[in-house]
């Protein structure tokens, strides 16, 4: 099972960007997917996350500009990000609750991290 993120880059202040998370592999189901983020010397902390059936929940620095979605289709979730502030900056990582083929119950897998970096 991999996911692949995408989308992040260098944007000024007030700026957009949006970033995009796809799991594949031998995939029977997924649960809850999500964004994190971690900027140099904090703790890594929960951005965004978005059950199977679409219920979301956002940190409460980034409710009302981030907004989080998901293609089941696709196994794929976004991360449209508005407004965005040089404390924004910060490696964004995926995260997925993934039940593998042939296996029991789900296991949380990560993304690789893509850079976000806000100038001011």
């Known amino acids: 099972v991999q996911l692949v993120e995408s989308g992040g880059g260098l944007v000024q202040a007030g700026g957009s960007l949006r970033l995009s998370c796809a799991a594949s592999g031998a995939i029977f189901s997924i649960n809850a997917m999500g964004w994190y983020r971690q900027a140099p010397g904090k703790q890594r902390e929960l951005v965004a996350s978005?059950?199977?059936?679409?219920?979301?929940n956002y940190a409460d620095s980034v409710k009302g500009r981030f907004t989080i979605s998901r293609d089941n289709t696709k196994n794929t979730i976004y991360l449209e990000m508005n407004s965005l502030k040089p404390e924004d900056t910060a490696v964004y990582f995926c995260?997925?609750?993934?039940?593998?083929?042939?296996?029991?119950?789900?296991?949380?897998?990560w993304g690789q991290g893509t850079q976000v970096t806000v100038s001011s």
């Open positions: 995260n997925a609750e993934i039940a593998v083929i042939a296996t029991v119950g789900h296991s949380k897998y």
């Open positions: 978005i059950a199977s059936g679409g219920n979301t």
